[in-house]
Structures are given as structure tokens and as C-alpha cells.
């Protein structure tokens, strides 16, 4: 499986836009781009999924270079009820491999400063 | 919307009993992934299950098994139990392998 690598932390301030990028050097054809938010104590939630170019959804835009070796999620306009860790993730979701298998690296702590 | 149960939410077990976690995927989602996570640690991958057939796993210690039921609900069964297995412990759901999964509120269980 492909490993991510992700910056530990990063800091920013309210309003900012805020930009994470991933490295994914080793990732397969099949696989596909998923990060997840956490919270202390609470399960990780999805934000946001791609496998090429750019993808949008209502809190945040994913994007992927062509040759997927890399990805940034982006953030627009945080506020301090971003603060948390975020995780970028790859895998097969096209069943060919038949393997569910969603492996979290060391994610990037989040510190949203007012 | 229904989201992913797990039960209990809290647990207290000394060491060298056995613990069973349980966990009920959102209806109609066919994937059931089980994670551990130790107190600032990343999730780590235990197990997971399509279609009631185990699908692939990680590092699940042998003192630990699960199942899938024909209802979709899974069980970890926990033995031996030691200082170190305590943790919060996630279980997650989806439609497929490996698409948008939906994490459940955890277990966490302290062995004493």
C-alpha cells in the first residue's frame, strides 16, 4: 500500500486559507485520495475524496497533480473549529484488489490561533 | 441519518479478562473496519470485513478475533486483556471497500 507523508503540524489564523500537502510517491492506479478530520476523542469524519485533478465539496477542495504523487487539501477561511488533525489516506476503492484496508499515517495537527 | 453504533462507549476490564466490542454499520453498508487508537496515537488498521468475509488485516494481536454476522453487525472479541490494550477503539462503515467511511463514536476501554 502506498505510504503518506504529511507535515506534523501546521499553524494558522482564523480566516486564513490553509493549505496541507501529502506525498504519495509510491501510489498505485487503482487507488484513490481520501482525507479525514479528527477530533480529541471522537472518530475521524471524512472531508473529501479524489483520484485526479481537482475535486470541491462544501468544506473543502482536494487537489491532485497529474502525475498523483502528491495532493493538497485545502481549506478556505478556517476558524478555530478546525483545529484538529487531519489525515490523508490512499486506496483501492475499485474492488479490484478486494482489499479494505484504509491505513492512517502520522497526521498534520491543525492549530487554528483567533 | 443513522450513523455507525458501537457499544458499550465506556469499559472497564483488569487485566487477563476478556472484553467483546460491538458494532452496528450504518444500514445497507457492506464494509466494517475495526481501528485501535492509543492515547495521542494515530488509528491503527486491526481488521476489516466485506460482505460478512473477512477482507484484510493489520496488526491485530492473535489474543484478538472478530466476526461479521449475517445482520452486518461485528464483533471484537478481546482475550488476555493487558495494561497496553487500553485504547479508544473505532469501528467504521462503508458502501464498498474503501470509500468514504463513517467512524463510529468508539469504544474505550481501560484495563486496570
Known amino acids: 500500500l502506498a505510504k503518506t507523508t504529511q507535515p506534523i503540524s501546521m499553524d494558522s489564523y482564523e480566516g486564513q486559507e490553509v493549505n496541507i500537502t501529502c506525498s504519495h510517491n509510491?501510489?498505485?492506479?487503482?487507488?484513490?485520495i481520501t482525507w479525514y478530520q479528527q477530533f480529541p476523542s471522537q472518530g475521524p469524519r471524512f472531508i473529501i475524496q479524489?483520484?485526479?485533478t481537482k475535486v470541491t465539496n462544501e468544506v473543502a477542495s482536494l487537489f491532485i497533480p497529474a502525475d498523483r504523487k502528491s495532493s493538497t487539501l485545502s481549506l478556505p477561511r478556517v476558524s478555530l473549529s478546525d483545529t484538529a488533525v487531519y489525515y490523508c489516506?490512499?486506496?483501492?476503492?475499485?474492488?479490484?484488489?478486494?482489499?479494505?484496508?484504509?491505513?492512517f499515517g502520522q497526521g498534520t495537527t491543525l492549530q487554528v490561533k483567533p | 441519518a443513522a450513523g455507525v453504533i458501537q457499544s458499550p462507549r465506556h469499559l472497564i476490564k483488569e487485566k487477563r479478562e476478556t472484553a467483546t466490542l460491538k458494532c452496528y454499520p450504518i444500514?445497507?453498508?457492506?464494509?466494517v473496519y475495526w481501528y485501535q487508537q492509543g492515547p495521542g496515537q494515530d488509528p491503527q488498521f486491526l481488521i476489516s470485513?466485506?460482505?460478512?468475509?473477512?477482507?484484510d488485516k493489520g496488526s491485530i494481536p492473535d489474543r484478538f478475533s472478530a466476526q461479521q454476522f449475517s445482520d452486518y453487525h461485528s464483533e471484537l472479541n478481546m482475550s488476555s486483556l493487558e495494561l497496553g490494550d487500553s485504547a479508544l477503539y473505532f469501528c467504521?462503515?462503508?458502501?464498498?471497500?474503501?470509500?468514504?467511511?463513517?467512524f463510529g463514536q468508539g469504544t474505550r476501554l481501560t484495563v486496570v
Open positions: 467504521a462503515s462503508s458502501l464498498l471497500l474503501n470509500t468514504e467511511a463513517f
Open positions: 509510491n501510489i498505485a492506479t487503482n487507488d484513490y
Open positions: 479524489g483520484y485526479k
Open positions: 489516506l490512499v486506496g483501492d476503492r475499485t474492488g479490484s484488489s478486494n482489499t479494505g484496508k484504509l491505513i
Open positions: 444500514p445497507r453498508h457492506d464494509t
Open positions: 470485513f466485506y460482505e460478512k468475509m473477512q477482507s
